[in-house]
């Protein structure tokens, strides 16, 4: 009956310590991704054709993000006529996939029409794939991740269609 006791008692004591040590993994988490919380988000990749683009084409515009005790905000502040996007140089209706290091509830990607001056839905049958455009020409896109109880990242990249 004792040797029950001492057995219980310490199950209780190791489950205690498990717990505290992973509230102060949390905690430490928490400091360490409010401190640079861009390191912290999700990262967004583009292939184009199985080649992926590298990092430098891509432009984190803003985000909303909830971490454990916070919520961190960037705004975009860059208008769509400004921004220096370096092309990617593509084929006309290359294959394109576009998706983030975690995968969010919703991904929107859109492409800036400049004769509306106004960004249009690329609609296609499965999200984050779609086609290059077949006229030749530049093509900046932005795309926006939601993710549930977390919040929502906004990216851009820039095709040259050829």
């Known amino acids: 009956m004792k040797?029950?006791?001492?057995?219980?008692?310490?199950l209780l004591?190791?489950?205690?310590?498990?717990?505290?040590?992973?509230?102060?993994?949390?905690?430490?988490?928490?400091?360490?991704?409010?401190q640079d919380p861009e390191q912290a988000l999700p990262i967004l990749e583009v292939q184009c054709n199985d080649v992926p683009m590298p990092p430098e084409y891509l432009l984190r515009a803003g985000y909303e993000w909830n971490f454990?005790?916070?919520?961190?905000?960037?705004?975009?502040?860059?208008?769509?006529?400004e921004m220096d996007l370096m092309p990617m140089e593509v084929?006309?209706?290359?294959?394109?996939?576009?998706?983030?290091?975690?995968?969010?509830?919703e991904l929107k990607i859109q492409r800036w029409d400049a004769a509306t001056g106004?960004?249009?839905e690329v609609t296609t049958s499965t999200p984050g794939h779609f086609q290059a455009p077949t006229v030749p020409g530049r093509y900046?896109?932005?795309?926006?991740?939601?993710?549930?109880?977390?919040?929502?990242?906004q990216?851009?990249?820039?095709?040259?269609?050829?």
């Open 118 to 120: 106004e960004y249009i």
């Open 13 to 34: 004591i190791g489950a205690v310590c498990i717990l505290v040590a992973a509230g102060l993994t949390l905690l430490l988490k928490e400091v360490l991704d409010t």
């Open 155 to 162: 990216d851009y990249f820039c095709l040259q269609v050829t």
């Open 91 to 105: 084929m006309a209706q290359t294959p394109v996939t576009v998706s983030y290091s975690t995968r969010p509830r």
């Open 140 to 153: 900046v896109y932005r795309v926006t991740g939601t993710w549930t109880f977390r919040g929502e990242i």
């Open 68 to 81: 454990f005790t916070t919520r961190q905000t960037k705004t975009p502040t860059i208008p769509n006529e």
């Open 3 to 10: 040797g029950q006791a001492t057995l219980i008692r310490k």
